[in-house]
């Protein structure tokens, strides 16, 4: 299984990104995906669900602001992150069926203030 990210970067506070990750080595569309980010100093923390019938969770911290979604044809999952704060700069990870699933190697989320 390989999960790999693409789309991190620096941008300035309210600007957008969207991160990418395509998924190799499963049935991607029946696989749940998510999205975890890891602050410095700090644990990671999750920041999207999306399961494979397409049920959506977000941290209340990201509500709002950033959009998850699949594209089941290209094996790759999503982050639209919009109106982004300094407090959003983090490694964000790709996931595959929860902690004790898979994960990508993790794209750096640089947000200057």
């Known amino acids: 299984v390989q999960l790999v990210e693409s789309g991190g970067g620096l941008v300035q506070a309210g600007g957008s990104l969207r991160l990418s990750c395509a998924a190799s080595?499963?049935?991607?569309?029946?696989?749940?995906m998510g999205w975890y980010r890891q602050a410095p100093g700090k644990q990671r923390e999750l920041v999207a669900t999306i399961t494979s019938g397409g049920t959506i969770n977000y941290a209340d911290s990201v509500k709002g602001r950033f959009t998850i979604s699949r594209d089941n044809a290209k094996n790759t999952v999503y982050l639209q992150m919009n109106s982004l704060k300094p407090e959003d700069t983090a490694v964000y990870y790709c996931?595959?069926?929860?902690?004790?699933?898979?994960w990508g190697q993790g794209t750096q989320v640089t947000v200057s203030s």
């Open positions: 080595g499963i049935i991607f569309s029946i696989n749940d």
């Open positions: 996931n595959c069926n929860g902690q004790w699933g898979y």
